[in-house]
């Protein structure tokens, strides 16, 4: 359903009384800005263009036409008090939806990482990393829950995800099963990763920011 709209080449805000499974909206630019907040437990997601292009469509194996489609939980998450806030570049209405499949127990929430040049830096318990800026010739590291070791380069990974039945345009590690024990990036210069994790709303308590 239609949950709110954006005025054109402005910042607005919706606000819900509940969370829903999935974010979607068409737009011929990417917004500069989308940030999702569960008042009174923290921010889900908060993101510029390039990390919403990161992680748009994931979920999807074909996408609607400047399609943006975000997973914000498992289901509907009724009794929450939700902002979202969207800067639209375009000039024209943003229209938003926001629609559900299911009843829901848990938040997707996104974290942003800095990733220093040449750091090595190591992550686990991830459900999906994505990793825009990543070099051609950068190398990730993936070590499988079986004992597997295995050197990727960008694009075996970008390849790697359609192999799995999902859609990227930047690097993305994908864990929703759990056989990913650890990832090890070594970029040559800096970039900013994309830590997907679930998080128990019945557990969360106010705690979103300060994990």
């Given amino acids: 359903m239609i949950i709110g709209t954006i005025p054109a080449s402005a910042t607005g805000t919706i606000n819900l009384t509940y969370l829903p499974e999935f974010l979607f909206f068409e737009a011929p630019v990417v917004p500069t800005l989308i940030r999702v907040t569960a008042l009174g437990d923290g921010v ?98 993936i070590n499988y829950q079986d004992g597997t070791s295995q050197r990727f380069v960008s694009v075996e990974l970008r390849q790697l995800i359609g192999v799995n039945g999902f859609q990227a345009i930047h690097p993305v590690v994908v864990n929703f099963d759990g056989t990913v024990k650890s990832v090890t990036v070594i970029p040559a210069a800096q970039i900013t990763a994309i830590l997907q994790r679930y998080a128990d709303v019945n557990a969360v308590n106010g705690s979103l920011n300060n994990t």
């Fill in 44 to 141: 889900i997601l908060d993101m510029d263009g390039n990390g919403l292009h990161a992680v748009n469509g994931i979920d999807s194996v074909t996408r609607v036409p400047n399609g943006f489609l975000i997973r914000l939980s498992d289901g509907l998450i009724p009794g929450r008090n939700i902002e979202i806030v969207i800067t639209n570049p375009v000039a024209g209405v943003l229209t938003v939806h926001g629609f559900s499949t299911r009843q829901g127990s848990f938040y997707v929430q996104y974290l942003r990482q800095i990733v220093l040049a040449n750091s090595g830096q190591t992550f686990r318990d991830f459900s999906l990393l994505a990793l825009p800026g990543l070099a051609p010739a950068d190398t990730i590291d």
